[in-house]
């Protein structure tokens, strides 16, 4: 099965002219000008802004000339340019800083996205837009991280965190209210609970990366590249920031076929793989070389969700909840009958809610499981 062509999914000219320049094929000048003649300059703006990638559209336009491009166009790009340099700056002291407190506390921290992965693919912290930090740690080290993130003046979101938060979840989230800085820390690389390679496997595979004379630890090529495919998937590539560092990942650093081949057969996640491999291929015009790893016969899940992301891609800004969830849907459905069961067996576990309803010691927090039933329909009642 083979994905259609792009043209053939209606896409607008402003998404036609963004794709164009995040193409990493040098653009001529008629290639541009047969593009900006029928761009609406606002609705390319909010585009380039939802889908992230300002940095690089703007390091592309900035010298074009205002004959192509607007001068307003390329000055408001140049702002998002140097907010988004400073607040990776920002991000990179507070990384450094987190980074080192909880490294002299014994704890072991892998990079999962943020500045590292900004430099890793890219080579220049400005280059990419990063939210927040994330971290990865040993699942044991939680508590102790959550105590040391306190102390530093952070403050977490408990939500569905307060019993069997380790099978229900797989982040936490912090946030600093003076310096405007989230922090998630990881202890899974991904919700499933059972498709995902342990702590101390990723910790045997990593990359190390210098940084202001502080060496951060991050995830290996093919454990990376599973995990950006996973993310991207489970979101709906609705940022193409993602599909580019996919497109970095494969073309700029060398993926080992056998070790990419034992993580599909022990944790699954090709199905996410091809999907990122077409999308770019589609999109971004790239000839990945990972093609060479993957099956010639296209997956027929894979095949669909990529061409359900296409659509999902054409909304931008205006993606509906209604797709998203017909998206989810399609995700759920490419999941093998044993993940499907253990994603079950994860929502039916108690919750934060139920210990509301019903506070229980902690030694007898098992109580919870048998009583779940009960406590959902006493909350049901208390709505009605």
């Known amino acids: 099965m083979l994905i259609q062509p792009i043209d053939d999914f209606g896409q607008t000219n402003e998404l036609k002219f963004m794709l164009l320049l995040l193409k990493r094929k040098e653009t001529m000048p008629e290639d541009i000008r047969g593009h900006v003649s029928q761009i609406d300059w606002d609705a390319f703006l909010d585009l380039v802004i939802h889908h992230r990638v300002y940095p690089l559209i703007y390091l592309r336009i900035k010298n074009m000339g205002e004959d192509l491009i607007p001068e307003r166009v390329t000055s408001n790009l140049h702002k998002l340019y140097k907010n988004n340099t400073i607040r990776m700056m920002q991000l990179t002291r507070e990384m450094c800083e987190i980074c080192r407190t909880l490294t002299e506390s014994g704890t072991r921290i892998l990079q999962l996205k943020g500045p590292i992965l900004a430099l890793q693919l890219y080579g220049e912290l ?5 939210k927040d930090l ?17 102390q530093l003046g952070y403050q977490s979101d408990q939500t ?3 019993i069997f938060w380790e099978k ?14 989230q922090v998630e820390i990881h202890w899974r690389l991904n919700p499933n609970i059972i498709s995902s390679p342990s702590f101390e496997e990723l910790w045997r595979r ?37 599909l580019l560092d996919v497109e970095r990942l494969v073309n700029d650093h060398q993926i080992e076929k056998e070790e990419l081949t034992d993580y599909f057969k022990r944790y699954g996640g090709e199905v996410y793989v091809q999907q990122a491999v077409w999308l770019c291929e589609t999109l971004l015009g790239s000839n990945l070389r990972l093609k060479q790893f993957l099956p010639n016969e296209a997956n027929r899940k894979s095949v669909e969700l990529a061409e359900l992301a296409l659509t999902g891609i054409q ?12 998206y989810k849907r399609n995700i759920h459905s490419a999941m093998t009958p044993k993940q499907k069961a253990l994603l079950l067996v994860k929502k039916l576990l108690p919750s934060s809610l139920d210990a509301e309803v019903l506070p229980i010691a902690k030694p ?6 048998p009583l779940r039933p009960f406590l959902w329909f006493w909350r049901l009642m208390k709505r009605t």
């Open 126 to 130: 400005s280059y990419r837009t990063s």
């Open 134 to 150: 994330d971290l990865l740690i040993d699942g044991s080290d939680v508590a102790k991280t959550t105590a040391i993130l306190h």
């Open 160 to 162: 569905d965190q307060f």
């Open 168 to 181: 229900k979840s797989h982040h936490m989230s912090f946030f600093h209210p003076e310096k405007s800085i």
């Open 206 to 242: 990593k990359g190390t990366i210098t940084v202001y004379n502080q060496e951060f630890d991050h995830l290996g090529n093919e454990d990376l590249l599973a995990y950006l495919a996973d993310h991207g998937a489970r979101h709906g590539w609705s940022r193409l920031r993602w």
């Open 315 to 326: 909304y931008g800004p205006n993606m509906s909840d209604k797709y998203m969830a017909k």
């Open 364 to 369: 007898f927090f098992f109580l919870y499981i």
